[in-house]
Each structure stands twice: as structure tokens, then as C-alpha cells.
């Protein structure tokens, strides 16, 4: 900036040397002013727009970080899900004998036994009992995870889920 303030300087002592006449001289310098005025016009312009033109890349780029902010935090959950080395497992249990509804958490399939939380009976669990169910036990009306197979529930809920079954089947091939 300096540098220009001198070179401005020299213009104007060149001029106040080479033009003898004081009339030509302050008409050269109002001229020398107007032309300067404009030019300082342009650049304020040009900053202006320089200046609008940064606030609208940053505001997209705090968008932008945004976007990826939310995007990673998704990335870390899924892969926090993927290569989660957790061997516990929550797992939902109905005593056999309160039924009462507890959720209890069994690591690796290890623990053979539960303590229920409400009567205090102890609850055998069999990792290895094959279910006998045509849905594979995902089935949203049924009760067979729930209830011990050995139960008096057990063997009304497995007829009542043949029965429903049986129904289902019965009803899609009227359908056809």
C-alpha cells in the first residue's frame, strides 16, 4: 500500500513540474482526482463482492461439515455395530412360574441358569432345545420363546399356533 501512496505522489509532483500553466495544472489534477475516485469505486466494488462470494463458501461449507459430520456419526455407529466385541446379549424372559416380564443380560450363551427378579425361582435356560415351530419362532402371535416347553402355556400356545397356521394356509389357497 505504501508503495502505492509514492508512486501516486511522484504522479502528482510530475505533473505540478511539466504543466506551467495553474489553470491547466488544477484542471490536470481534479481529472488526475475523478479518474482516482473511480478506480477506487471499482476496487471497493470488487471487495465487496470478493467479500460476499467467501461468506456464501463458508456458509456451504459449514453445511458441507455438517453433512459429514452427521454422516460419520452414522458410519461409526454402523461399524461400532459391526465389530462391537461385546459378548453380552440382553435378552427378554417371561418366568414360568409369576410370568413376570424381565429383561436380563446373558453373555455368549454361557449362563445356564436366571434368577427371576420378582419370585425369586430359579429359571434353567436350554441353549440347545430345537424349536418344533414352522414360523423358525419369529412369529409375532406366538408365545413359544417365551414360556418353558415343559408348561402347561407352552402346549396351548404350540396347538392354538398350529391351529393359526393351519387357518393362514387354508385361507391362501381359497384365495387362489
Same mark, same amino acid.
Given at each position: ?67 459429514? %459430520? ?15 466385541? &461385546? $459378548? @453380552?446379549? =440382553?435378552? /427378554? ?57 415343559? %408348561? ?15 387357518? &393362514? $394356509? @387354508?385361507? =391362501?389357497? /381359497?384365495?387362489?
Amino acid at each position: 500500500m505504501s508503495d502505492i501512496k509514492g508512486k501516486y505522489k511522484k504522479i502528482l509532483e510530475d505533473l505540478e513540474n511539466n504543466i506551467k500553466d495553474p489553470e491547466d495544472l488544477l484542471y490536470t489534477k481534479e481529472k488526475f482526482m475523478e479518474l482516482t475516485l473511480i478506480f477506487m469505486d471499482i476496487v471497493d466494488r470488487l471487495t465487496a463482492l470478493t467479500d460476499a462470494r467467501i461468506k456464501e463458501i463458508e456458509e456451504r461449507q459449514e453445511e458441507i461439515n455438517s453433512r459429514i %459430520s452427521s454422516v460419520q456419526s452414522m458410519v461409526d455407529e454402523i461399524e461400532g455395530d459391526i465389530y462391537e466385541d &461385546d $459378548d @453380552e446379549y =440382553e435378552f /427378554e424372559i417371561i418366568c414360568p412360574y409369576c410370568n413376570y416380564e424381565f429383561t436380563t443380560d446373558i453373555e455368549d450363551g454361557e449362563k445356564e441358569e436366571v434368577k427371576c427378579p420378582n419370585c425369586n425361582n430359579i429359571i434353567e435356560l436350554d441353549w440347545n432345545a430345537e424349536e418344533e415351530f414352522s414360523c423358525g419362532g419369529d412369529c409375532s402371535h406366538c408365545y413359544h420363546d417365551e414360556v418353558a416347553e415343559d %408348561s402347561v402355556e407352552y402346549k396351548k400356545s404350540s396347538k392354538k399356533h398350529k391351529e393359526e397356521k393351519q387357518e &393362514d $394356509d @387354508e385361507n =391362501e389357497d /381359497e384365495d387362489m
